[in-house]
């Protein structure tokens, strides 16, 4: 076998032009054979997956829909950085800081909080490197398997604190069972 | 002539209309549903069970679209070209034999709009019509896409009706008859023609399949190269027209090709359920069989349709005029060769 033959993939084909034989000229053989061809193909599994009914079997590993994780007395970890938004590849994340109130501690952990923060989800590309650059472990990517739900307006796939922070019911659970422990 | 007469033979007409709209439509959900099948997919399946609702969304659609007239010079004969095509794709069923007699109140009745002796002339006339309407169409259009698939139309459907015709002639130099019931009786006696004449069952196959510009002779359509061909400047109902007189032809010429080669609604044993179980049942059951060869042929028309590709033009007049006339004119002489010999 010549270098030229080799194929990485096994599937590499020597294109020929020989003539074409007598049974080959006259076609009707070679059309039966073809539509024994497609008519297998009738009944073989079909590979669609009708959507909103099925849903297609995601990872165990996968990461989507970002949360602001809230820490063990259920204050919002993020301080508005900015390293999140400064790692985003894709720019999606944007946000305000602003200065925590002196009676705001229960809700803050640290003096500066993110006033505003919104996630572009039609820009999100899952890469997870937010959560990397995060050095207060504030937002992560969670596996709830959430896909961005569809909508007819671009700034409904904008999502801010509403969306993002963690909800108070999880935070509380969390609370509980770190005070058992 | 009496008024029943008249009754039973409209009874009959209406029916049949019905049942080649009905068959139209359907097609159409079957060519969609068939090619998703072949292609391992699931096709249409959003409105009704199956998608079996979707002919009537897409009718819906096609009439509340907006009626486009290009800047053609004659509305009129824009207007002509998918009348003529529907009316010749409906007008053709009117002499298939579509069951044996059957008896309602004591009077037997031809399940046939009616038997003229020269039921496969007109059949033929009525085809060559059919083109018409797509050129007339297609020449209105003032497009220079439409021009080129009328032009390729008419040529193709000239060049494979002689080839057709002359198939059809060893059939009729074993029928001794034009008439398609004679015909079918004559193969309810003696068997079906496609075992006496495959050679010409191939032939008329692949006319038909040129004559109802199905793939691989769908050159007049062409998407690739004449964006739709002729109906391309058409829009709404009209273009909706045009695509159903294609499955209405399909349909007819699955019937043709059904009565003619596969003996038309007689099925093993017909006599002897015509003897037993009374002539109602047995017409019943012979226009469930003709019924089933056509959807047959139909699923075939589909079937080929994704398996072979489209072919080029000098491709397609070389195997009408050099392969399939010479083969038809052999076979009419072999035909007649061994009719001497054995009679």
Partial sequence: MSIQQISLSGRKMQVSNKEMSFLERIYVWTILKGLWTTLKHLFKRKVTIKYPEEVR????????????????????????????????????????????????????????????????????????????ACPKEAIYLTTSKKIVASGYKRESFIYGKDKLVMPLDMAIKNTQSNTIQ | MDSVFIIEKSIIIVAVFALTMLMAMYSTWAERKVAAFLQDRVGPNRAGWGGLLQPLADGAKLFTKEEFFPNTPNKFLFILGPAIAMSTAL??????????????????????????????????????IGVYGIMIGAWASNNKYSLMSAVRASSQMI???????????????????????DITVMQANDGWNIFYQPLAFLIFLICSFAETNRTPFDLAECESELIGGYHTEYSSMKMGFYLFAEYANMFISSTILAVVFLGGYHFPGMAWVNENWGINIGALLGFLTLFAKIC????????????????????????????????????????????????
């Fill in chain 2, 296 to 343: 047959f042929f139909i699923f075939f028309y589909m079937w080929v349709r994704w398996t072979i590709p489209r072919f080029r033009y000098d491709q397609l007049m070389h195997l009408g005029w050099k392969i399939l006339i010479p083969l038809a004119v052999i076979n009419i002489i072999i035909t007649g060769i061994v009719m001497v010999l054995f009679n």
């Fill in chain 1, 57 to 132: 079997e995601m990872s165990k590993v996968a990461r989507l829909q970002h949360m602001l994780m809230r820490d063990d007395q259920g204050r919002e970890r993020c301080t508005a950085c900015g390293l999140c938004a400064l790692s985003c590849p894709a720019e999606a994340i944007t946000m305000k800081a602003a200065e925590r109130k002196p009676e705001e501690k229960n809700l803050y952990r640290e003096e500066k909080y993110a006033e505003i923060y919104e996630i572009n989800m039609l820009r999100c590309i899952f890469c997870g490197l937010c959560e990397e």
């Fill in chain 2, 159 to 181: 060049s494979y009706e002689v080839a057709m015709g002359l198939a059809m002639i060893s059939i009729l130099m074993m029928s001794g008859s034009l008439s398609l019931k």
């Fill in chain 2, 91 to 128: 007008i053709t069923s009117a002499v298939i034999p579509w069951g044996d007699q059957i008896e309602v109140f004591g009077r037997k009745v031809a399940l046939q709009a009616t038997d003229i002796d020269v039921s496969i002339l007109y059949i033929f006339g009525v085809l060559s």
